[in-house]
């Protein structure tokens, strides 16, 4: 058997998740490199890692995309086995609907949310909850259960955070924010739940856009957790990607063979017409993966395994109005930023000085000419910039947090933290 394989479950070779006397193509039919048997990266990865305990509860995001359902499926089956192969922990399903930033009216909310129960009917020894982007701790138990008068006060309860997310200006820092809210949901989610674990369903080319993207976003700090397979950066709620190995053929396949349903809901930013950094990411790299150079996606999914995180902890006042908006869950907030729950990165950090300077020599001489000759000043002003003032959001924002909300007025940020 293969050693880095089953870990705790004992499965021998996931033979469950291929249908059997199928006529199978190169992809399929491939042995593990290891162990000579069927595919069972999805086994392998959680055994091998043994980070996941025995009688956890799980929280799994279920957004009714092929990946979601694939995951959901290998779940279901594993927990179909005999006793000596069956998954050993609790899961609970939730879907965070990010719909309210379309705007959609509330016939529209309610097609998705009824498409994604159509495609949750194959699963029907779990339950799914719903909640919102916007208002995570509002859960409404069962998804199917919901309805017009539910989405009505739902889409009224979120006239707030949709004020807050207007206001921020490009498609790359809305989508980013997006990014960060959710994650924040479904942490508070996993806490009100008592979870102590979170499924995605990333899979390589996720990881692969990710790793750039995030680079390109200033949260270099902190991509090391974005991509790999378990974000620990806090140590009772970690998220973890079951599917990190898979590659989108894999899914596809996957999908067909065992006739399973997905609908393609999608945030409308995602839409790759739209010009985001993140987007604009994944084009190039799905492009060049297409066009030849076959090993694109795991040439740099593979860098993802090497990256380490930055754990140094920055001290910083905890006597700010912030951070008593924060979650009371994460005892060492005054250390993390209050939007993506990183480290704070700019203590010390000489690229984020330099940038600040260069903004501060700008606008020096775009203001008074004059102004440029006292240095002493220019470096003060920057070392204020990068680390922020008292009571001053950027004091408690990492780099990446502080592009988000660039140029935005602090009174429009009361309901985020």
């Known amino acids: 058997m293969c050693s880095v394989a089953e870990g705790d479950f004992g499965d021998e070779g996931g033979i469950h998740t291929m249908l059997k006397d199928v006529v199978l193509t190169a992809i399929e039919d491939e042995n593990c490199k290891k162990c000579a048997v069927k595919k069972h990266k999805f086994r392998a990865t959680l055994g091998s890692s043994k980070i996941l305990k025995r009688q956890s509860n799980v929280l799994l995001q279920f957004k009714g995309t092929a990946a979601d359902v694939s995951l959901l499926h290998m779940i279901q089956s594993?927990?179909?086995?005999?006793?000596?192969?069956?998954?050993?922990?609790?899961?609970?399903?939730?879907?965070?609907?990010e719909n309210s930033t379309k705007g959609d009216i509330l016939e529209n909310r309610m097609m998705k949310?009824?498409?994604?129960?159509?495609?949750?009917?194959?699963?029907?020894?779990?339950?799914?909850?719903y909640t919102t982007i916007a208002d995570s701790l509002k859960i409404i138990e069962d998804i199917t259960t919901i309805s017009f008068k539910d989405m009505e006060t739902i889409i009224k309860s979120e006239e707030d955070f949709i004020s807050t997310y207007n206001f921020i200006e490009t498609y790359t820092s809305?989508?980013?924010?997006?990014?960060?809210?959710?994650?924040?949901?479904?942490?508070?989610?996993?806490?009100?739940?008592n979870c102590s674990y979170i499924f995605l369903s990333d899979i390589s080319v996720?990881?692969?856009?990710?790793?750039?993207?995030?680079?390109?976003?200033?949260?270099?700090?902190?991509?090391?957790?974005?991509?790999?397979?378990?974000d620990d950066r806090i140590d009772h709620i970690k998220i973890i990607k079951p599917l990190k190995d898979l590659n989108q053929t894999e899914v596809d396949h996957y999908v067909k063979f065992n006739n399973l349903k997905f609908c393609s809901i999608t945030s409308s930013l995602e839409d790759n017409t739209i010009a985001s950094i993140q987007n604009l990411t994944s084009n190039f790299i799905?492009?060049?993966?297409?066009?030849?150079?076959?090993?694109?996606?795991?040439?740099?999914?593979?860098?993802?395994?090497?990256?380490?995180?930055?754990?140094?902890?920055i001290p910083s006042q905890n006597n700010s109005t912030y951070l008593k908006m924060t979650r009371p869950y994460i005892t060492d907030m005054n250390q993390r930023c209050l939007l993506c729950k990183s480290v704070l990165d700019y203590n010390h950090s000489e690229t984020l000085y330099a940038i600040e300077f260069s903004r501060c020599v700008s606008s020096q001489i775009a203001s008074n000419i004059e102004g440029i000759e006292n240095?002493?000043?220019?470096?003060?002003?920057?070392?204020?910039?990068?680390?922020?003032?008292?009571?001053?959001?950027?004091?408690?924002?990492?780099?990446?947090?502080?592009?988000?909300?660039?140029?935005?007025?602090?009174e429009t940020l009361t309901n985020i933290f």
């Open 78 to 97: 594993a927990f179909e086995e005999e006793s000596y192969k069956r998954l050993s922990f609790d899961l609970k399903i939730v879907f965070v609907d």
């Open 113 to 129: 949310v009824q498409e994604i129960k159509d495609v949750f009917q194959q699963f029907p020894r779990f339950t799914c909850c």
């Open 174 to 193: 809305k989508q980013d924010f997006i990014e960060m809210c959710k994650k924040n949901a479904l942490r508070d989610i996993a806490n009100h739940l």
């Open 206 to 230: 996720d990881l692969a856009t990710k790793l750039i993207s995030n680079i390109a976003l200033g949260r270099g700090a902190s991509v090391a957790y974005d991509v790999s397979f378990c």
């Open 286 to 313: 799905n492009q060049l993966q297409k066009n030849s150079f076959n090993s694109t996606i795991s040439t740099v999914y593979k860098c993802t395994n090497k990256i380490a995180p930055n754990n140094k902890k």
């Open 375 to 410: 240095l002493q000043k220019i470096q003060e002003m920057s070392a204020n910039a990068k680390n922020g003032n008292e009571n001053d959001r950027n004091k408690f924002l990492c780099h990446g947090c502080r592009n988000i909300f660039s140029g935005m007025k602090e």
